[in-house]
């Protein structure tokens, strides 16, 4: 039976819309519609008070549910990962494996692509698009919580893992100033997405690296070198540069607000994106986890560790959105379009997801805009009350 979702706000990835109603036909959008008087013949939702969005697109999901991809998990803890951020409106994720030994390399790629082959079978599973590695090939003058033991030159064999096609969407994080313009050329040309992150190169060092397919920069600000009178650095290549995307965990504790209003103006439209870096603490109850052996602390929203480190964060992708509005002062529209429809173009699946147009995915979140509440979401037309 077809399913139609009615009485919400519907915003379809683009602008909000008034007395429509969306029909989903399995897996994907069917049709938006005027109100019908009548639903005969379909299994209807009534969202009444609600804002129905496209689902939410998260390209850097460290771990959720008590659960990290990081220290060796399971299909099924993947799978604890991706329902808990589905409870907060996430229906497209990145699983990422923060710098590792070569062995839990292997072990994230064989986990990425096992639950490829489960897609459509399991709905949650099927939020996961791919994978993002982030690291070890990144710089330790900037490795932030990342484990300096393990950060290192590039591995041989490391093309071919990165870019195996059958993990989907490969997001590949590296320092540019210590892999090399050739690599991330070849990386490009692959199929991999190239982002710039826990890096310490100067803005010199950016532009080869932009010039041969560097495609974003990851958690802008944080780990990367800043922007100075003389030395405009990573970050001021990464707002100067009008081809990138940049992903910003807007929290509050990682970059001031003033900063990030600042890279908003200055950077071209739509190439910030809303990321959540989330740890394992987002959706358990058990608010401290380890990582690498080390003990991390979850509290007042922040993941820490015992000597005061940022080590990702606790924050999921409904209170990105609301923080985009209250601590930034965006439009809701615009908070929506960067927790979906920009992430979607930067992992070039903007044509399936990211917005609610017929043809388009069934993945959809449906959320309380006075509480900033997920109550509903789909993925891939499944429903779940939340």
Same mark, same amino acid.
């Given at each position: 039976m077809q399913q139609i979702l009615v009485h919400a706000r519907l915003f379809d990835g683009n602008q909000f819309h008034a007395g429509k109603a969306v029909i989903l036909d399995g897996g994907i959008i069917g049709d938006i519609v005027d109100r019908p008087? #009548?639903?005969?013949?379909? /299994? +209807?939702?009534? &969202?009444?008070?609600l804002v129905l969005a496209p689902g939410f697109v998260d390209t850097q999901v460290n771990g959720g549910g008590g659960a990290m991809l990081n220290g060796g998990t399971t299909l099924e803890g993947l799978e604890t990962i991706a329902d808990a951020h589905r409870a907060h409106g996430t229906t497209s994720m990145l699983p990422t494996l923060i710098s590792d030994r070569w062995?839990?390399? /292997?072990?994230?790629?064989?986990?990425?692509?096992?639950?490829? !082959? #489960?897609?459509? /079978?399991?709905?949650?599973?099927?939020?996961?698009k791919g994978v993002h590695f982030e690291g070890p090939y990144v710089n330790p003058v900037r490795k932030g919580v990342h484990d300096e033991d393990v950060i290192r030159p590039v591995d041989e064999g490391a093309l071919d893992l990165l870019t195996h096609p059958d993990l989907g969407v490969r997001v590949i994080?590296?320092?540019? /100033?210590?892999?090399g313009s050739h690599f991330i050329a070849e990386l490009t040309r !692959?199929?991999?997405?190239?982002?710039?992150?826990?890096?310490?190169?100067?803005?010199q060092d950016m532009? +080869?690296? &932009?010039?041969?397919?560097?495609r974003g920069f990851t958690h802008l600000f944080?780990?990367?070198? +800043?922007?100075e009178s003389r030395e405009p650095g990573v970050v001021g290549a990464a707002l100067d540069d009008e081809d990138t995307w940049c992903g910003l965990i807007v929290d509050g504790f990682h970059v001031h607000p003033a900063s990030m209003r600042l890279a &908003?103006?200055?950077?071209?439209?739509g190439k910030i994106m809303l990321v959540t870096d989330a740890m394992a603490s987002v959706g358990a109850r058990n608010k401290s986890f380890d990582l690498h052996g080390e003990r991390i602390y979850a509290q007042d929203g922040q993941c820490r560790t015992e000597d005061g480190v940022l080590a990702g964060s606790d924050l999921d992708m409904m209170t990105a959105v609301r923080n985009a509005v209250e601590l930034l002062g965006l439009p809701i529209s615009e908070a929506l379009r960067m927790a979906s429809r920009y992430p979607a173009a930067f992992m070039r699946m903007d044509t399936s997801i990211g917005s609610i147009a017929p043809g388009f995915a069934a993945d959809l979140v449906a959320f309380d +805009?006075?509480?900033?509440?997920?109550?509903?979401?789909?993925?891939?037309?499944?429903?779940?009350?939340?």
């Open positions: 008087k #009548s639903i005969g013949g379909f /299994e +209807p939702y009534d &969202l009444t008070g062995q839990s390399m /292997e072990h994230v790629a064989s986990l990425i692509s096992r639950a490829h !082959r #489960s897609w459509g /079978e399991n709905n949650s599973l099927s939020a996961i994080t590296v320092a540019p /100033e210590k892999v !692959r199929g991999g997405i190239v982002c710039a992150g826990h890096t310490a190169g100067s803005y532009l +080869p690296a &932009l010039r041969n397919g560097l944080n780990a990367m070198s +800043p922007l &908003l103006k200055t950077k071209a439209k +805009p006075t509480t900033w509440t997920v109550r509903h979401s789909w993925i891939n037309g499944y429903h779940r009350a939340h």
